[in-house]
Structures are given as structure tokens and as C-alpha cells.
T-cell receptor, first 117, second 110 residues
Framework: GAVVSQHPSRVICKSGTSVKIECRSLDFQATTMFWYRQFPKQSLMLMATSNEGSKATYEQGVEKDKFLINHASLTLSTLTVTSAHPEDSSFYIC?????????????FGPGTRLTVL | DAKTTQPPSMDCAEGRAANLPCNHSTISGNEYVYWYRQIHSQGPQYIIHGLKNNETNEMASLIITEDRKSSTLILPHATLRDTAVYYCIVRVNRDDKIIFGKGTRLHILP
């Protein structure tokens, strides 16, 4: 199946700093990517839908100024956690659909574990 | 909110078939049933999906009831590597966002 990568896989940062997480579709183009957050022992929570060339659509309760999403190309979406605080520590996962494909799957990245000290 | 209901956990002996139920009584006529699983500290993995017919692939079988209000994911010969949280999801098409419920935590017992 298609491959989605995330970078970095783990990041530890100090409170108040900003962290950028990359999500790449390695062997396909993705017009739509999704960002999720998962706290320990909880399910994935959809944060936003990222559309190539347009503004992201955020789910209710997700601060768009804190979680900046950029989808500048068909193979890359980035999530920047601005002024991170310990409560932002979580597992961040992205997913992508194949542009123009008939496949109904949504492909997920391996996740990025963020720890804010 | 998720449109599906699943038992929080299940046990299955290694080598036996694992049957994971899912209730989706409010499913619409154009919504598919999808199954994903998440192994600890990894991203979710697609397993199978279907509309109204039963489906089978190299990983699993999906049995959907005639009224489409429930389904069962069958892992024919469970192994320890099948230990994961299994999510049953309903969605219209591939561009539809996925709303995850709590899933079923499947424990494979040696």
C-alpha cells in the first residue's frame, strides 16, 4: 500500500518553543491530509483537515492559531505547534488520501510523539 | 461523535478465529463500513471495508448483516501480532474524515 511518513518520530522541547511536524506521502499525491492527536490510552481525535493550496479546516475546539497547518504541495503537509506547553504533549498522527485514486483507504503515518518539558 | 459501538476489549486464543463485533444501527445507505487497527505506538492500519456485501482480503473477512446495522470483523487465525485496538468506522467515501470511536482492544492469548 501507499506510504505516509512523518518527521520527526519523536521530539522533546522546552515549554514555549514551537515544533514543526512534517507529513509526507512518499509514493502518491495527496490533495487531502488529516491531522490527529492521541493522548495515552485514548482514541485518535481529529484536529484538522488539510487541503493542498487552501486553508485547513479545523475541528471544533482546536485552536487554529496554536496548531498551524500548511499544505503547500501534493506530498507535504506540516503541523506547527506554536508556543508548546506540557499539555500539548501527545502523539500526533497524519493521514492522507490518494489524489484522483479510486482506492477508498486512508493511509496513516507512523506518528510523532511530542513531549513538552 | 462516532457512529459505531464496539466492546471495549476482547480476548482470543492464538490460532483461533477472532470475531470482533460492531454496531452501526444509524448507518446511512451510502455509508461504507471500514475497519482499522492500531498497534501500540503506531499509526492506524487499514484492514478492510465494505458496503453491503461480505468482503475478504488477505488480512480479514468482513461480514455485514442484511440490514447493515451491524458487522463482524473476522481474523481467521489470530497471532500475537494481531494484538491491537480495532476500530470500526462508517464513512461515505475516501475523502470523508474519519471519526474514531474507542475501538476494541484485542488481546491474543498464547
Amino acid at each position: 500500500g501507499a506510504v505516509v511518513s512523518q518527521h520527526p518520530s519523536r521530539v522533546i522541547c522546552k515549554s514555549g518553543t514551537s515544533v514543526k511536524i512534517e507529513c509526507r506521502s512518499l509514493d502518491f499525491q495527496a490533495t487531502t491530509m488529516f491531522w490527529y492527536r492521541q493522548f495515552p490510552k485514548q482514541s485518535l481525535m481529529l484536529m484538522a483537515t488539510s487541503n493542498e493550496g487552501s486553508k485547513a479546516t479545523y475541528e471544533q475546539g482546536v485552536e487554529k492559531d496554536k496548531f498551524l497547518i500548511n499544505h503547500a504541495s501534493l506530498t507535504l503537509s506540516t503541523l506547527t505547534v506554536t508556543s508548546a506547553h506540557p499539555e500539548d504533549s501527545s502523539f500526533y498522527i497524519c493521514s492522507a488520501n490518494i489524489a484522483g485514486g479510486r482506492n477508498n483507504e486512508q493511509f496513516f503515518g507512523p506518528g510523532t510523539r511530542l513531549t513538552v518539558l | 461523535d462516532a457512529k459505531t459501538t464496539q466492546p471495549p476489549s476482547m480476548d482470543c486464543a492464538e490460532g483461533r478465529a477472532a470475531n470482533l463485533p460492531c454496531n452501526h444501527s444509524t448507518i446511512s445507505g451510502n455509508e461504507y463500513v471500514y475497519w482499522y487497527r492500531q498497534i501500540h505506538s503506531q499509526g492506524p492500519q487499514y484492514i478492510i471495508h465494505g458496503l453491503k456485501n461480505n468482503e475478504t482480503n488477505e488480512m480479514a473477512s468482513l461480514i455485514i448483516t442484511e440490514d447493515r446495522k451491524s458487522s463482524t470483523l473476522i481474523l481467521p487465525h489470530a497471532t500475537l501480532r494481531d494484538t491491537a485496538v480495532y476500530y470500526c468506522i462508517v464513512r461515505v467515501n475516501r475523502d470523508d474524515k474519519i471519526i474514531f470511536g474507542k475501538g476494541t482492544r484485542l488481546h491474543i492469548l498464547p
